[in-house]
């Protein structure tokens, strides 16, 4: 035994000498390269041997051994710099990976605290501090007749039946919640008119809310016309309280989406891929659209201050697919490839925009907002809500489920049974060309078409053809007067005032005429 530790203690060091020798090696060389006292001993050895001619040579030699050893030093620094960066952008990453994982928790106790936000809004919703009891009881009404598959999914963690290395966790959620969820026909049979009715009665009943009779009309007609409602006018007068007293009276609250001054593009609406988490971070509002596609309910995306930022920079692409003539075209790119576990909705990447939802946008025009742009207007409907609603007697009316099919049905046979007439239309184009000669302003055939859904579900409501081509114009067309230079056309309204009364009557018109003279004071 004891020749094998002979053997083992030789072997080995024959191995470990090898390191030895390399490491003295590399020391006893940067000792001789840096040895300064030997170069200097050796330039006095050969000193009394040089010439005059020789000495800028010596010269020359030195400089070039003091540019390698500057050049080595710099090397070993450039070295030594590269690891230490190396490793702190190794400890830089691990912090930003914790600091995402904290932001997501962050993002999820925040979603917790949006109906502590909202509550900051019942004033302007028209309850009062006293009226929590009621609130509950129209919450408690919604929930009563009809089940959702929130209700019938079993109270519990979802999440241990989502697969982990999913991106989409609330999308794959909702998959779970609604598996077995079919769509249910709530046998509705009212018109058009009696809608209107109902929901002012039932705002006015259980919110508190009072809006006059044509607001209601003009609601309805506008959500026929587009997909995309704007309600403006000045702070206190009920924008924010019309959407959501009409997702209580549907049974199905309306979604609301504050928009921020930081909100740039697509991403700030939908979410966006975090390659780091390999997650995608799924907003509020995607999970909406995906959600309402399951059903056939009525859904509602409120757009809350949408013009805090520029509406066409983050709602450009919504924009563009909403005004596709077939729902079936209403696709969005979500992620640009399929991953076999993604939610089952979600094909190729792209989500299918649901048709049973519309999207209702307030704005505050003032220092702090962004001015709406023609492309935005042209493609919505826009509504003034500029005085606060009237109180009255209302007859006590609950919400109802309502069928998103049923709903279009109602605005298709209204666009049957009462369109626009020839007569209205050939003094449209009159007053269209009137307003191109002096105005140099005209209307395309995208504005045509929302007057032609405009028009006759007003009617259907019970309004005048002439009243709704009256609102309809002021504020789709007239609006545009304010880009023009107010002072030069203030001559020219007089004499368009003056056309419209010959046109379709003095007692006719007033939403135009009162907009117009409204314009010459600002001129």
Not at 100 to 117: C, P, T
Not at 210 to 230: E, G, N, P, Q
Not at 318 to 341: G, K, Q, T, Y
Request: with cysteine; proline share 3%; glycine share 6%.
């Amino acid at each position: 035994m004891d020749e094998f530790f002979r053997f083992l203690f030789d072997f080995l060091s024959q191995f470990f000498n090898g390191f030895k020798l390399i490491f003295e090696g590399i020391v006893n060389g940067f000792v001789s390269i840096f040895n300064i006292p030997e170069y200097i001993r050796i330039v006095r050895d050969y000193s009394s041997e040089f010439s005059g001619g020789m000495w800028i040579l010596v010269v020359l030699s030195v400089v070039l051994v003091l540019v390698i050893l500057i050049l080595i030093i710099a090397l070993l620094v450039f070295i030594i710099r590269k690891i230490v960066k190396l490793r702190k952008r190794v400890v830089e990453q691990e912090e930003l990976l914790n600091e995402v994982a904290d932001l997501q928790e962050s993002v999820k106790k925040l979603q917790q605290e949006k109906d502590d936000i909202m509550a900051m809004k019942v004033s302007q919703l028209g309850l009062g501090p006293n009226d929590k009891a009621t609130d509950k009881k129209n919450n408690a009404l919604s929930t009563t007749n009809d089940s959702t598959p929130e209700e019938e999914t079993e109270e519990g963690d979802l999440s241990n039946k989502i697969d982990p290395n999913a991106r989409f966790v609330k999308l794959c959620t909702l998959d779970l919640e609604y598996a077995n969820y079919k769509i249910q026909d709530y046998g509705n049979n009212f018109t058009l008119e009696e809608l209107s009715t109902n929901f002012r009665n039932f705002a006015a009943s259980k919110l508190g809310l009072y809006y006059s009779k044509k607001m209601m009309d003009i609601f309805l007609s506008a959500i026929a016309s587009t997909r995309l409602v704007i309600l403006q006018g000045i702070s206190g007068t009920g924008k924010t309280s019309l959407a959501y007293a009409w997702g209580k009276f549907v049974k199905n609250d309306s979604y609301i989406a504050s928009v921020q001054p930081s909100w740039r593009d697509r991403t700030e609406l939908f979410g966006y891929f975090n390659e780091f988490t390999k997650k995608f971070n799924e907003s509020g509002v995607l999970a909406e659209m995906y959600k309402a596609g399951f059903t056939d309910d009525v859904y509602t995306m409120v757009l809350d201050e949408m013009n805090i930022a520029r509406v066409e920079y983050y709602f450009a692409e919504m924009l563009s697919i909403l005004e596709m003539p077939s729902v079936d075209e209403w696709i969005i790119d979500i992620v640009p490839s399929a991953w076999p576990n993604d939610p089952k909705r979600l094909t190729k990447g792209q989500l299918h925009i649901p048709g049973n939802m519309w999207y209702i946008g307030t704005i505050n025009n003032d220092d702090s907002t962004f001015m709406v742009t023609d492309k935005v207007y042209d493609r919505a409907m826009p509504i003034d809500i500029n005085e606060k609603g009237t109180p009255f007697e209302p007859i006590p009316t609950e919400a109802e489920k309502i069928n998103a099919s049923y709903l279009l049905k109602l605005f298709k046979q209204a666009k049957e049974e009462h369109p626009l007439t020839d007569e209205m239309y050939a003094k449209v184009e009159q007053m269209d060309d009137y307003v191109i000669e002096h105005f140099r302003i005209a209307f395309g055939n995208r504005i045509v078409k929302h007057m032609r859904d405009f028009v006759p579900v007003y009617v259907a409501c019970g309004g005048k053809e002439i009243d709704a081509v009256d609102y309809f114009i002021a504020r789709k067309i007239l609006r545009k007067f304010e880009q023009l230079n107010l002072t030069y056309i203030r001559d020219e309204i007089d004499g368009f005032i003056n056309f419209l009364n010959k046109l379709f009557g003095k007692t006719e018109f007033l939403e135009c005429k009162e907009y117009l003279e409204r314009l010459k004071k600002m001129g």
